[in-house]
């Protein structure tokens, strides 16, 4: 039987994407490989940071030379902003920039665990929303909190998996799995999973996509890593819609009971 | 000077403006992403970012922290002590 991913498409504000598989730019050795990993991820949604022009050595390339907006759906993110007036700064400059009205919005609370100011960011999105922005925030894997963001304006929410970088994998399943319930809008983890086993879990779960980037550019090789992500998205979305089976304690035999000698 | 999108431009040192016809002689200090850059001879941010070799494609400029439109980069000018930001996009996750 041939399987069709493609009629699974996810749709947000209108735009639909194929792959449910999101993917960071950052952390790579070069921007070689960053275009040979996401080409190896499928990903369509590609996220990127604002940051100063080099103006001293204007040989150094750009990124999006080698990634192209036009075959990608590139997400700016906010990343490392501390402040609602950071955010919506680095937003909007982004915005500027050209590449679309999406941001990826993070206000973050602390440097050492990088957990989103929630406070901060429901201001942030509030404002940006209403700029006509579609806002997708980096939040904290707390249901009160994504419905918050949810009637604030936001597109969709990015709950945590765990700390950004951590590879610690889906840390609270259960707190996704009441956001994932309660919410009408895609749910899109962002951060924390380590390896394809953890990207599997999250959408058996049922959640819209992953969003990573240190588990591909930080993996041994990067590439192989990629191509396992794409499958470990493709095979945990299946078998969230074929319905898994429930847990029992005890076994239940898989072969006849019947016509033994 | 169109004033409607970028606010004030009180910072921007009206008691500095040099008029149209002098400007090819002048040399402007401005600082640009952080650093003072002192003899340039860029009066609008279109020839800024050529002064500084910037394809004005897939970047976005303020001035003052205000940002200026891509449509504006011709017509935006520029004034002694300035602050212009130039940013682009980076790797990032």
Redesign the interface.
Known sequence: MRVDTMEDTLVIKGMEFRSRLWVGTGKYRDFEETAKAIEASGADVVTVAVRRVNITDRKSENLLDYIDPKHYKILPNTAGCYTVEDALRYSRLAREAGVSDMIKIEVIGDEKTLFPDVVGLLEATEILAKEGFIVLPYTNDDPIMARRLLDAGAAAVMPLAAPIGSGLGIRNPYNLKIILETLKAPVIVDAGVGTASDVAVAMELGCDAVLLNTAIAGAKDPIRMAAAMKHAVIAGRLAYRAGRIPKKLYATASSPLEDML | MDNSVVGSREAGGKANRIPKGMRFFYFMRLT????TREGLHATTVAELLEE???VP??????VN?N?V??TEYESFELHEGDAV?????????
């Open positions: 640009v992403n952080g650093e500084l070799r910037i494609g897939r970047v976005a400029v303020e922290r940002i439109r891509k930001e130039v940013v682009n996009f980076v790797g990032g996750g």
